[in-house]
């Protein structure tokens, strides 16, 4: 049986956990895009081998 956590005295189911962290993870990857497009974008070039990766983003 899953665990659930307790704040201020009440149950937290496990699922509610999960997404409360997955929203967090979400919104910081938005922060991140937010602050990299407000910067200017970059510029990723990958070669391994024959194998050439151009990303280019804004």
Do not use: D, E
């Amino acid at each position: 049986m899953a665990r659930a956590r307790t704040i201020a005295g009440y149950a937290i189911p496990g699922i509610v956990v999960f997404f409360f962290w997955m929203v967090v993870v979400i919104l910081a990857i938005i922060l991140l895009a937010f602050i990299v497009h407000w910067a200017g974008g970059g510029l990723l070039t990958l070669r391994l081998g024959h194998f050439i990766l151009n990303v280019g983003f804004t």
